[in-house]
């Protein structure tokens, strides 16, 4: 019970901060923190499976946040029919020989003894392989990027709803997960997490450098939207009405029809930005309590145990006959899956790709930073991480020039001190962000809600 109280004690605390953000800020500043504080705990979770479940390192998360990206671009943009065209040919025949050098070197591993010959013929196949794509892909790349490069210059997509990307994205990441697992799950956790961090800047500078597949550093933008256009709200009867409606007190108070018809545009106008930010809120919220009740089931299920089990003692669990490396590469898919879904919500709401904004020197730490001050291995205290974090992280700014302001109030705006301490805001983010962390790693080692085990 105690700790159930803790857990609503801790969410009303986030809760009614995001609130006073829109009373004392904007309603437009509170649903975009809270939008980006949803799509940070369903990365937490992914975060949160890994290491609270399995005890896994995986520095790799902003290269399967980018997966997650690339599959809104490559699901919702439509298809540049002149670039298929140009290129389309030369691209599926390079695809068609990375699936048959991935046909032959399997049935190699499978029908031959290992030794030096099979490693040499491997080498081989894999070396004459990127030399023949290489050679064929060239110039179908060429042709495509050459197709209005200021608007396309790539092949689009499917033009199908984004929605659909977020399923996508979670198979992209996962498939780039079994391919990494198989490789680096036998690592050190040290060497893991190098591993996992290098791999991400990968798959991050191939995204970043290959324009016929996503435009590279060019982006892409207008990505279509599950949600309406704020444009097209304004001047729709019905919201329009609803706008009235609602502030129909304030209105009434406006005598002259001219002003009060301007003060209804004006309000129509913040509201759309307002109802297309809730209308994110409701989808992302939907997305954040299925995969609670999934990782809550998971966690208390014999399998999670076992999970458990293998994290605090990998050598007992193996003995008892448990295959700790299945597990390990099933649940780094699983985790990893679950940021891909989140990579293509963030692209979403954002309704533009940039590859350059992923940088997995700066986020992924950012990410971890949650999972450990909300408490790893309890996916209530990871999802609080997230909001507190990221809470933290934007609003961190404001309240530094707010306590600037109310300590120096007395001093003329062209103290030097003054000056300073204002130019230097930007700066606070990150005191206050180390501070908060020693505060918690202080007084509340294993987050503000740590894991707590129960036999269900």
């Not at 030399?131 to 050459?146: D, H, K, L, Y």
């Not at 033009?159 to 498939?175: H, Q, R, T």
């Not at 999934?294 to 990998?314: C, F, H, V």
């Not at 606070?428 to 908060?436: H, N, S, T």
Request: with cysteine; aromatic share 10%.
């Amino acid at each position: 019970m105690r700790k159930n109280l803790n857990v609503i004690a801790a969410y009303s605390i986030m809760l009614v901060l995001i609130i006073l953000v829109g009373i004392f800020q904007s309603w437009n500043i509170a649903l975009s923190i809270f939008n980006m504080c949803l799509i940070s705990a369903v990365m937490t979770m992914g975060a949160n499976i890994q290491w609270g479940y399995a005890g896994l390192i995986n520095f790799g998360i902003m290269g399967y946040t980018a997966l997650g990206g690339l599959a809104a671009v490559l699901i919702s943009v439509d298809p540049v029919q002149e670039a298929w065209r140009a290129g389309g040919f030369d691209v599926l025949m390079c695809l068609w020989l990375i699936i048959a050098m991935i046909f032959v070197i399997r049935f190699i591993l499978k029908n031959f003894a290992k030794s030096k010959l099979r490693t040499y013929g491997i080498a081989g196949i894999i070396i004459a392989g990127i030399i023949i794509i290489r050679v064929t892909a060239e110039p179908g790349i060429e042709a495509i990027e050459g197709v209005n490069p200021a608007k396309t210059g790539f092949l689009g997509g499917l033009g199908l709803p984004i929605v659909f990307s977020w399923i996508v994205g979670a198979f992209f990441a996962g498939g780039l997960a079994f391919i990494v697992g198989k490789v680096a799950l036998g690592l050190r956790a040290d060497y893991l997490a190098i591993a996992t961090l290098l791999i991400s800047e990968i798959v991050i500078a191939i995204i970043k450098h290959e324009d016929w597949l996503t435009r590279g550093v060019k982006n892409v933008i207008g990505l279509k939207r599950p949600a309406p256009y704020e444009v097209n709200l304004q001047s729709t009867e019905w919201f329009i009405n609803l706008v009235e409606n609602f502030n129909i007190g304030k209105l009434n108070l406006i005598s002259n029809l001219a002003d009060r018809q301007t003060a209804l545009n004006q309000l129509v106008i913040e509201g759309s930005s307002v109802f297309v930010k809730l209308c994110y809120s409701g989808l992302f919220l939907i997305v954040v309590i299925i995969l609670l009740i999934l990782t809550q089931k998971a966690l208390y299920s014999p399998w999670g145990r076992m999970m458990r089990a293998i994290r605090d003692n990998e050598e007992a669990a193996n003995a008892m006959g448990k295959n700790v490396v299945k597990q390990h590469l099933l649940i780094f898919i699983l985790g990893s899956a679950i940021v891909g879904i989140a990579g293509a919500m963030l692209v979403t709401q954002d309704g533009l790709f940039t590859p350059g904004s992923y940088r997995p020197m700066r986020y992924t730490f950012l990410i971890w930073v949650m999972v450990i001050v909300g408490g790893s291995g309890n996916n209530f205290g990871a999802i609080l991480g997230g909001f507190a974090v990221w809470f933290l992280w934007i609003e961190a700014a404001p309240m530094a020039l707010f306590m600037i302001n109310m300590f120096t109030a007395g001093m003329p705006d062209t103290h030097a001190l003054k000056i300073h301490l204002i130019e230097s805001v930007p700066y606070f983010r990150y005191l206050m962000m180390g501070l908060g962390l020693l505060l918690i790693m202080r007084y509340r080692p294993k987050g503000i809600l740590p894991e707590k085990i129960e036999i269900k």
